[in-house]
C-alpha cells in the first residue's frame, strides 16, 4: 500500500512549463506502474500518462504528446511529470496514480492509489 502526493501545480502562461511531483511513501514503490490523470471542471478524469516499473513503457494521451514527459526515480520514490507548451486546455487537477499492473493502462480503475491532486491554471 502506498500514499500519494502530488506537488508542483500553479499557475502559468500559456506557452510556459510546469513540473509535476508525486511523492509516494511506503514501500515497493518500483513494483508499481504509475498514471497521470487530469480532470477539468464539468468534465469527466483523463488520462495523461503512464510509466511502467523501471521507466519503460510511457504512452501518452495524443493531446499532450511531444509536450509532456513523465519519469520516475525508484531511489527517491518520485513521479514526475515535465510539462512543456501548456495550453488552457491543459487546465485541470492533476492527480498521480499507482497500479500493481507491470505496466500501466489508461483507465482509472486499473490504478488502485491515488494522490490529493494539484492544480494546474494555464492562462492564455
Known amino acids: 500500500q502506498v500514499q500519494l502526493v502530488e506537488s508542483g501545480g500553479g499557475l502559468v502562461q500559456a506557452g510556459g512549463s510546469l513540473r509535476l511531483s508525486c511523492a509516494a511513501s511506503?514501500?515497493?514503490?518500483?513494483?508499481?506502474?504509475m498514471g497521470w490523470f487530469r480532470q477539468a471542471p464539468g468534465k469527466e478524469r483523463e488520462f495523461v500518462a503512464t510509466?511502467?516499473?523501471?521507466?519503460?513503457?510511457?504512452y501518452y494521451v495524443d493531446s499532450v504528446k511531444g509536450r509532456f514527459t513523465a519519469s520516475r526515480d525508484n531511489a527517491k520514490n518520485t513521479l514526475y511529470l515535465q510539462m512543456n507548451s501548456l495550453k488552457p486546455e491543459d487546465t485541470a487537477v492533476y492527480y498521480c496514480?499507482?497500479?500493481?499492473?507491470?505496466?500501466?493502462?489508461?483507465?482509472?480503475?486499473?490504478?488502485?492509489?491515488w494522490g490529493q491532486g494539484t492544480q494546474v491554471t494555464v492562462s492564455s
Open positions: 510509466i511502467g516499473w523501471i521507466g519503460d513503457g510511457i
Open positions: 496514480a499507482a497500479s500493481r499492473n507491470r505496466y500501466g493502462r489508461t483507465v482509472s480503475n486499473d490504478y488502485a492509489y
Open positions: 511506503g514501500r515497493t514503490f518500483s513494483n508499481y506502474a
